[in-house]
T-cell receptor
Framework: AQSVTQPDIHITVSEGASLELRCNYS??????LFWYVQSPGQGLQLLLK??????LVQGIKGFEAEFKRSQSSFNLRKPSVHWSDAAEYFC??????????????FGKGTHLIIQP | SQTIHQWPATLVQPVGSPLSLECTVE??????LYWYRQAAGRGLQLLFY??????ISSEVPQNLSASRPQDRQFILSSKKLLLSDSGFYLC??????????????FGSGTRLTVV
């Protein structure tokens, strides 16, 4: 069975500092990997996804993520955070087999706090 | 473009009362549809998914049920709510036409509080 681990429940970063959110997955085949962001009381917005090709993926809002198969990781990074980046971040893994019908498996999320 | 609508945004219901949450998708046909529940500190849990009208798969046995009466309509129901049904419910549709399009778009969610 597939699983996702986000080891950091909370992370506090100063505005303007760099950010890295960790994500480790367990999956038997080549995974499809996603990062979503959720503002309080809102749905989830897709930041970026990886399914093949270049292991460094660029997303919206200045985020990027790197797929490392040897480490089963898909860490999210941003060179300089803004106060508006404060939110909950979710890593997810999915499978395209069967037309992707099985849904995504999510990590428990990392709550990002931005200090002024 | 594709959009997903979910309502109501918030709901407060007494224990033992029925529940009906509705989700509709526009701008696509034959989508895969999903209901997730988000409880505090527990991430997102997949409850049901559907690949077509009348086709429902349940991931977690519980007090809830789902139905898909039309191609772009997905309904989450309960006959009698429990306190443990409180949470944030999210509907999503999945684009699985090609691997490059594979992904999920989420609605804005329903905050359900059972009192």
């Amino acid at each position: 069975a597939q699983s996702v681990t986000q080891p950091d429940i909370h992370i506090t970063v100063s505005e303007g500092a760099s950010l890295e959110l960790r994500c480790n997955y367990s999956y038997g085949a080549t995974p499809y990997l996603f990062w979503y962001v959720q503002s309080p009381g809102q749905g989830l917005q897709l930041l970026l996804k990886y399914f093949s090709g270049d292991t460094l993926v660029q997303g919206i809002k200045g985020f990027e993520a790197e797929f490392k198969r040897s480490q089963s990781s898909f860490n999210l990074r941003k060179p300089s955070v803004h106060w508006s980046d404060a939110a909950e971040y979710f890593c997810a893994v999915g499978s395209y087999s069967g037309g992707g019908a099985d849904g995504l498996t999510f990590g428990k999320g990392t709550h990002l706090i931005i200090q002024p | 473009s594709q959009t997903i609508h979910q309502w109501p945004a918030t709901l407060v219901q007494p224990v033992g009362s029925p529940l009906s949450l509705e989700c509709t998708v526009e701008g696509t046909s034959n989508p895969n549809l999903y209901w997730y529940r988000q409880a505090a500190g527990r991430g997102l849990q997949l409850l049901f998914y559907s690949v077509g009208i009348g086709q429902i798969s349940s991931e977690v046995p519980q007090n809830l049920s789902a139905s898909r009466p039309q191609d772009r309509q997905f309904i989450l129901s309960s006959k009698k709510l429990l306190l443990s049904d409180s949470g944030f419910y999210l509907c999503a549709w999945g684009d699985s036409g090609t691997p490059s399009n594979y992904g999920y778009t989420f609605g804005s969610g329903t905050r359900l509080t059972v009192v």
